[in-house]
Each structure stands twice: as structure tokens, then as C-alpha cells.
């Protein structure tokens, strides 16, 4: 059965440093991957996927992430965090070939970004 | 603007209640979800559709019902036999052949 596993509920990092955000997954048939961004009572806004090609995925607001199959995992990065990247941080996972387009989601990272 | 629009914002409602949450797109997509979220629990798939007057169960489907009458439109009502229903719930929406979901706002309900 697919899941989804982000280890850290929440990552506080000073405004201009580098900040790493973790997802690994667990599933028996090929992937594709999804990072989200959720502002306070907002909805989830796409940030990035991996569907297929090059291993790493540059997506909207300066993150990227890089797809590691033998890790199962999918972390998302960002040289330089701003103030405005305070957010929640959902990785979500979809069984290639399932035909549902359904998501598994981890329990999302929240970044807290200090001045 | 095309999108997902979800009504209302905030609902409030007593026990014992159903209540019925809004959910239009008007980005000709073919398949729609609601999610139920939770602090600390991530998204939870209650029913999705892929086509019209057709829908499944996802992961928390009790307690809960939808219908998909028209392309547009995927409501879903909370009954009274759900137990704990207080909690943000987002719709979104997906093309075939396209794999990321589309969401709307949220709807955040509050039953007391």
C-alpha cells in the first residue's frame, strides 16, 4: 500500500538561509510526485511534480526538488527562504497507471521562516 | 478566471444537522475530490469523481454523501452520522491525462 512520509511537522529557519523539507514514500508500482504549499486558511497551491524525464523538478517561488528512486524519496529545497515562504508543506503521491488521479498526502511540514 | 469556488468560507452549524458544501469549477474537468483536513493529519480523501452521476469512496467516506449531477458541481453533505465533523474541507479538480489537482479555498466548518 502507497504512503507517504514527511518526518519533520516543523522547520524553523532564518530568512535568507538554505532549508530542505523531507518526503519519503513507500510504494510497489512506479510514482509520480507532487509538492504543495498551503497558506493559512487557503487552499494548496502547486508548487512543483515529477511525472517523468530529469530527476530534479524546479518549480514556482525559487523551489526545487529532486526525485531519488532508490530512496523513495522527494525533498523539496530552496537556497534562500523569504519571510513569505511561511507556510505548510504538503508532499502528495500518485500510483502511475491507477487511472484515478487519487493522492496519498503526508501530514505536511510546517516552514516557519525568522527574521 | 477559471478556478474552484468554494461556500461558503465559514459554516457553522448545531449537532444533529446536515449541512451541504459548495463546490463549482468552471475548468471543464473531468474529475473532482473533496478532502477532509485535519491539524496534524494531512489531507484525507472523502469521494472523488471522475465522471458525471458516477463517484467512489476514498479513505473516510462515513457519515458523509455527494452527489455529481453536472460536470460543474460536486457538493458534499455532511450527515449526522458523521462523528466529528468540524474540520476544513477542500475541494479540488483534475483533467484527464493531466496528474496535478486543482484546489479551491476551503471550507471551514464548525459544528458544536
Known amino acids: 500500500a502507497q504512503s507517504v512520509t514527511q518526518l519533520d511537522s516543523q522547520v524553523p529557519v532564518f530568512e535568507e538561509a538554505p532549508v530542505e523539507l523531507r518526503c519519503n514514500y513507500s510504494?510497489?508500482?512506479?510514482?509520480?510526485l507532487f509538492w504543495y504549499v498551503q497558506y493559512p486558511n487557503q487552499g494548496l497551491q502547486l508548487l512543483l511534480k515529477?511525472?517523468?524525464?530529469?530527476?530534479l523538478v524546479k518549480g514556482i517561488n525559487g523551489f526545487e526538488a529532486e526525485f531519488n528512486k532508490s530512496q523513495t524519496s522527494f525533498h523539496l529545497r530552496k537556497p534562500s527562504v523569504h519571510i513569505s515562504d511561511t507556510a505548510e508543506y504538503f508532499c502528495?503521491?500518485?500510483?502511475?497507471?491507477?487511472?484515478?488521479?487519487?493522492?496519498?498526502f503526508g501530514t505536511g511540514t510546517r516552514l516557519k521562516v525568522l527574521a | 478566471d477559471g478556478g474552484i469556488t468554494q461556500s461558503p468560507k465559514y459554516l457553522f452549524r448545531k449537532e444533529g444537522q446536515n449541512v451541504t458544501l459548495s463546490c463549482e469549477q468552471n475548468?471543464?474537468?473531468?474529475?473532482m475530490y473533496w478532502y477532509r483536513q485535519d491539524p496534524g493529519q494531512g489531507l484525507r480523501l472523502i469521494y472523488y469523481?471522475?465522471?458525471?452521476?458516477?463517484?467512489q469512496k476514498g479513505d473516510i467516506a462515513e457519515g458523509y454523501s455527494v452527489s455529481r449531477e453536472k460536470k460543474e458541481s460536486f457538493p458534499l453533505t455532511v450527515t449526522s452520522a458523521q462523528k466529528n465533523p468540524t474540520a476544513f474541507y477542500l475541494c479540488?479538480?483534475?483533467?484527464?491525462?493531466?496528474?496535478?489537482?486543482?484546489f479551491g479555498p476551503g471550507t471551514r466548518l464548525t459544528v458544536t
Open positions: 515529477y511525472l517523468s524525464g530529469s530527476t
Open positions: 469523481s471522475q465522471i458525471v452521476n458516477d463517484f
Open positions: 502528495a503521491v500518485s500510483e502511475e497507471g491507477s487511472g484515478t488521479y487519487k493522492y496519498i
Open positions: 479540488a479538480s483534475s483533467s484527464a491525462g493531466m496528474y496535478e489537482q486543482y
Open positions: 475548468l471543464n474537468h473531468d474529475a
Open positions: 510504494s510497489s508500482v512506479s510514482v509520480y
